[in-house]
């Protein structure tokens, strides 16, 4: 249904901008590309685009997801608005960031190619276009009070893994290392990892159990997993 414009004041174009988190031979990465149109022709991005006139900014996110990614089920989470009068060149764009995480094991490599995509490090990030870089120290740090408050990785982690590879996502989310022990008890201390009787031998000679996600237990992982730490 279209809509009368009624309103004497200025309009303003709104888009939206995703950081794309997701976790590789461990390190945790964020999907860029190069940006194909001016201004910033060429420079290196945050996925995203223009919200159109049916779409929440939530459904114009998503799309651009499925466009970049072909995948339909992700994790996504407004992080901020970015609404600096000059932060566009091109024009006064309010833009809406989000954080989403994928299995980067089940992405369409494919459609990433197309777009000219390619997965960083969020250790060695190359100079972004506008306030991205803003975008995505935001994003990251919502990525980690998400993991402060619960325990992640079911997004970015296969469908079984050992408590070290669990950790070790842990220690790429937060650039720092977690004593093996502490961070085992406290993992399973939530009740929401189930232990399968399946061992990975190449951790270690003795071999390490694999574990899951309990889709019983998730509802009950609502404590602060890195308290007093």
């Known amino acids: ?7 004497p004041h200025p309009k303003h174009y709104v888009a939206v901008d995703c950081a794309i988190f997701g976790y590789e031979e461990g390190e945790l990465k964020i999907l860029l590309y190069p940006r194909g149109f001016e201004p910033s022709l060429g420079k290196w991005s945050l996925m995203g685009g223009f919200v159109q006139d049916n779409e929440s900014v939530e459904v114009a996110a998503r ?3 499925m466009q970049t990614t072909g995948l339909r089920e992700i994790y996504l989470e ?3 608005a970015f609404s600096e009068p000059d ?9 809406i960031a989000f954080v989403a995480l994928i299995p980067i094991h089940k992405h ?7 777009s000219g995509a390619v997965w960083w490090s969020v250790t060695k990030l190359p100079a972004l276009i506008f306030d991205h870089t803003a975008m995505v120290q935001k994003a990251l740090e919502g990525l ?8 992640i990785g079911k997004e970015l982690l296969p469908s079984k893994f050992t408590l ?17 022990g502490n961070f085992r008890k406290k993992a399973l201390s939530f009740n929401v990892l189930e232990k399968l009787n399946i061992k990975n031998t190449t951790e270690s000679k ?9 889709i019983l237990n998730q509802q009950d992982n609502k404590s602060k997993f890195l308290e007093n730490k």
């Open 1 to 7: 249904m279209s809509q009368l414009n009624i309103y």
């Open 63 to 65: 799309r651009v997801l």
């Open 78 to 80: 407004q992080v901020a």
């Open 87 to 95: 932060r566009d060149d091109g024009a006064r764009v309010i833009s």
């Open 108 to 114: 369409n490599k494919d459609m990433v190619r197309e």
């Open 144 to 151: 980690q009070h998400k993991a402060t408050n619960e325990i």
């Open 164 to 180: 070290m590879q669990l950790r070790n996502l842990y220690e790429a989310i937060f650039q720092k290392a977690f004593d093996p």
């Open 206 to 214: 003795k071999g390490a159990y694999y574990y899951k996600f309990s």
